[in-house]
């Protein structure tokens, strides 16, 4: 028995199905996320679990208890917004009191949970300030401090570091796992950033247009894509059409020539049937490695230095390969029209299941 | 969630009676002037009266004096204080503010104390004298809503850059005023003006107190010798009142779309 | 130093030219205008200072004056908060339809500008003793409302009278303060255990109070500046204070011109101090608009 489960939770806005048949369990202080592209769905999942959105189908349940018919108030869940949405009106330590003073708590509880909570968040020393004195990310981490003083079963992050810039997203991150691990709380984690999703979670559940393509942990998300939306959205992938030749013994015809694959990658497809095939950027390289198994020539048609890398796209027999290489200085990386050759092992194909 | 949408319509419903019966009201009580029947005599009635329409273009001829010159005295100054003295637009704020904390009555009650016939500047001695008075009381009246609007289009247009642009192409300062300032504020102007027509052509305790034959001491007098062109005055009043917050509405509208397509 | 300093002077000469035709309109026309009649308050008729204008001012009549004009300006202004409140209320966070909020945003603008003398024929058709509704509550629901002491020309009648521009005049103030309400505040107390009432308790009413607070001074002030309305409906039957001061300037009823600079510094100082905390409850409630 899972702590958190959806099951067949559906949510429709009028005509509009914005949640199709949506199942999955987390574990008690796990740390989930929810990946996917703008719209799909990913906020009114959150939403429903939260109690501002009732489903149109299908059951939440929290500890074994189903939750349909609690308020958002009786259901203790802690939630951080994109917009931090700390009250105006009130300093750091009023916010983070908050939850604790509607509940009822002594004077001295307050006190003592509030200066536990801010020294969490390494904000002690601005306690005083109101959030219109205080930074984005300091916005932010009292946002999940307030989220946190009332011990909440689950927590939940609506994009929390899209307002964000760069460099402070990446701290910030690390930081919310590192409290997560240390308090052991449930926690789903909205968002659209890939890095951002492979880096901290658990697990991760990738979503499109209202559905759960795929659940599993950051590698198998990574490594073995279940969808082409899932292997084209994680990761940027070359996707090359493909025929299976013989299914026994694994050999599939890319690009104008045969390889021979694992035969397990093949997911029973057949002889003759059309496949689509996945290369990572990262699996081509332009020397040949003793490993390496296969290659593919073709024209150099752009060259684009990324620092560390550079990645270079090439047309072989009408279908776009693109790959990267790391950043050599003594190396002369390859100009546009060239003719080069990129070389892979047949075992890094990915078939995904059309 | 039902409760709140309930007592919304509510809110919104009982509003709504409170506002529209007035005018129902007011509508049925103008047409009742032709005896067990509805009529437009009431109307015909009003338009017929020479006066009506003597009083009415003399308050129109006045509000457009007065949105002209106050046009003209507040872009330039507006411009002037944003570009060249800063430090005195708090001051200015509250030059232009004042006419909400003194009533008319009490500024006019002013004039005719320090401008009357044995005043070193005898300006109610004469028609012109009162009339450039009764322009000076509608700009008082309308400044804090004319200058509001037109700070507010030069705050989106950036004078400053504007301003040193026209410069390094050589301009002069009236061809930079009256070429490149007045075109890109003219929506604020406009909504400025909307607000300055409707004050002063209703206006009534200025110019009664100032004996002008204006609309508004006309308005007053009809009430206290008719019974049924009131109401009818009343109706055409209410018209005129759409049409200036429509126009508004409609400029504003426009400068917004100018300042979002920046 | 010594070179640029005429070039210093030069342009301050100029920077103060160019306000100047302002700086004399505003002198003229509303300085010194107020200015005079303050200090003619301050002064007896010979010209010496004193303070008997403004002990006068509590003889009975003009203190009743202001007593009357104080509680009409106060009751519309309380009444059109509430009720004005209520609907930019309904409208901001109700859930209703789209174009009610635009429908009655659009008549607000129109109501709150429909004051002066034509408001008052409209409320003379609509209640006075030959109003629709006088007579339709006596004929069709036998309820003779004139028996009732109700009179349109009293505190209750100029009350429902000045509340037709004192409730719009609150909804298209106050509407924005309520848009700036984000959702998310009222989500994030629902998830932290509050329930609706502690969500208003502890954050609306803070952040609003001082836009609801200050308007209701500014209606206040519109309310006790209003001549029109209250001369067309009431002639001169009403004591209030814009009335006195009007048949002073026409006609020194009070046989004091010095009594007189009195009546109005005592309407400046009533609206300014309005307007003023209202200005300053402003930017108090602008520090959280960000
Ligand atoms: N209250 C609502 N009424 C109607 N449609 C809605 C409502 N809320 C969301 N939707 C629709 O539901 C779909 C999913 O919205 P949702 O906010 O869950 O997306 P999301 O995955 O969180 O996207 P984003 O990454 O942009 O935040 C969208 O197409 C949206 O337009
Ligand atoms: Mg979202």
Redesign the pocket.
């Known amino acids: 028995m899972s702590y958190l489960e959806l099951s067949h939770v559906q949510k429709s ?1 009028g005509p ?1 199905k ?1 949640v199709h048949d949506f199942n999955m369990s987390i574990e008690e202080g796990e740390f989930v996320s929810f990946l ?1 592209p ?7 999942v959150l939403r429903m679990i939260a109690g501002f959105e009732n489903p149109t189908g299908g059951t939440i349940k929290i500890g074994g208890v189903d939750q349909a018919n609690l308020k958002p108030n009786r259901r203790n869940i802690g939630m951080v917004f994109q917009a931090y949405a700390l009250f105006p009106n009130m300093t750091v330590a009023e916010n983070v009191a908050f939850g604790l003073k509607v509940a009822g708590a002594s004077k001295p509880d307050i006190e003592a949970r509030v200066k536990e909570m801010l020294d969490l968040i390494h904000l002690g020393h601005l306690a005083e300030r109101y959030p219109y004195q205080m930074s984005g990310g300091q916005q932010q981490r009292v946002a999940l401090a307030r989220a946190l003083a009332n011990k909440p079963k689950v927590l939940l992050l609506d ?1 929390p570091l899209s307002a964000l810039d760069a460099k402070i997203r990446v701290s910030l991150r690390e930081e919310i796992r590192a409290i997560q691990r240390k308090l052991g709380i449930t926690t789903i984690f ?1 968002t ?1 950033d890939q890095e951002e999703a492979l880096s901290i979670s658990d697990r991760i559940v990738v979503m499109n247009a209202g559905i759960a393509d795929q659940i599993g942990t950051p590698s198998d998300i990574y490594n073995r894509p279940a969808t082409r939306f899932v292997a084209g959205f994680v990761g940027t992938l070359n996707i090359l059409e493909a025929k299976v030749e013989n299914r026994d013994a694994a050999t599939v015809r890319v690009a104008g020539r045969s390889i021979t694959i694992p035969p397990a990658n093949l997911n029973g497809a057949g002889d003759g049937a059309a496949i689509t095939v996945a290369l990572r950027p990262e699996a081509l390289s332009l020397s040949k490695s003793p490993s390496s198994d296969v290659a593919l020539d073709g024209r150099v048609t752009s060259v684009n230095f990324l620092g560390s890398v550079i990645r270079t796209r090439m047309d072989v027999e009408g279908q776009q390969v693109s790959f990267d290489m790391f950043n050599n200085p003594g190396l002369q990386p390859p100009q546009i029209g060239d003719i080069a050759t990129a070389h892979f092992k047949a075992s890094d194909v990915l078939v995904i299941p059309n | 969630m039902i409760g709140k949408r309930f007592w919304s319509w509510l809110a919104v419903f009982v509003a709504a009676v409170y506002f529209i019966v007035p005018l129902l009201a007011t509508m049925e009580f103008s047409m009742r002037m032709r005896r067990g029947t509805y009529s437009f005599d009431a109307y015909r009635s009003v338009f017929a009266d020479q006066r009506f329409a003597e009083t009415f273009s003399y308050s129109v001829v006045m509000a457009l004096i007065t949105i002209a010159i106050g046009a003209l005295l507040i872009v330039p100054t507006a411009y002037w204080v944003r570009l060249r003295m800063p430090y005195l637009r708090p001051v200015v704020e509250f030059v232009t503010l004042l006419p909400l904390v003194v009533p008319a009555i009490v500024i006019i009650f002013g004039y005719l104390r320090l401008y009357n016939s044995s005043s070193w500047l005898p300006l109610t001695n004469t028609d012109m004298g009162a009339n450039a008075l009764l322009v000076f009381g509608f700009m008082t009246m309308s400044l804090p809503y004319m200058y509001r609007a037109v700070d507010t289009a030069m705050r989106t247009i950036d004078v400053a850059v504007l301003t040193e642009a026209a410069e390094s192409l050589g301009a002069r300062w009236p061809t930079i005023l009256f070429r490149c300032i007045f075109p890109n504020v003219l929506t604020g102007v406009l909504s400025g003006a909307f607000i300055t027509f409707a004050i002063a052509v209703g206006e009534y305790t200025m110019p009664s107190l100032l004996n002008r034959p204006a609309f508004g001491p006309y308005l007053a007098l009809i009430g206290a010798n008719k019974a049924y062109e009131p109401p009818a005055l009343a109706m055409i009043a209410f018209a005129m009142t759409w049409v200036s917050i429509i126009l508004i509405n409609i400029t504003t509208r426009l400068q917004k779309g100018a300042a979002g397509a920046r | 130093m010594a070179a640029t300093q005429p070039l210093l002077n030069r342009r301050l000469i100029t920077d103060w030219l160019g306000i100047a035709p302002f700086a004399l309109f505003a002198i003229m026309f509303l300085i010194a205008p107020t200015v005079y009649l303050v200090s003619g308050a301050f002064l007896d008729p010979n010209g010496n200072l004193t303070l008997r204008n403004l002990v006068d001012l509590f003889q009975p009549n003009i203190l009743a004056a202001y007593i009357i004009s104080i509680k009409i300006s106060a009751a519309s202004a309380i009444g059109g908060a509430i009720i004005g409140f209520a609907l930019a209320a309904a409208i901001s966070l109700g859930s209703l339809p789209a174009w009610v909020r635009s429908a009655v945003l659009t008549f607000c603008g129109v109501a709150s500008n429909f004051a002066g003398v034509p408001l008052a024929f409209a409320f003379l058709a609509t209640l006075g003793r030959l109003g629709l509704v006088t007579i339709i509550l006596r004929d069709v629901f036998g309820f003779n409302l004139y028996a009732t002491g109700f009179n349109l020309l009293s505190f209750l009648g100029l009350t429902l009278t000045y509340m037709y521009f004192q409730i719009p005049l609150m909804v298209l103030i106050v509407t924005p303060a309520l848009d700036g309400l984000k959702r998310e505040w009222s989500e994030a107390a629902s998830v932290l255990g509050a329930t609706p009432w502690q969500y208003w308790r502890m954050v609306v009413i803070p952040i609003l109070w001082p836009s609801v607070f200050g308007t209701l001074l500014l209606l206040f002030a519109n309310a006790f500046g209003a001549v029109a309305t209250a001369v067309a409906l009431t002639g001169s039957s009403l004591n209030i204070v814009p009335i006195v001061l009007f048949a002073q300037i026409r006609g020194d009823v009070l046989h004091n011109p010095n009594l007189g600079y009195a009546v109005a510094f005592g309407m400046v100082v009533i609206t300014g101090i309005s307007n003023f905390i209202y200005i300053w409850l402003r930017m108090r409630a602008e520090r959280w608009q960000k």
């Open positions: 806005f509009v914005v996917g703008s719209g799909c769905g990913k906020t009114t994009e909205v659209h």
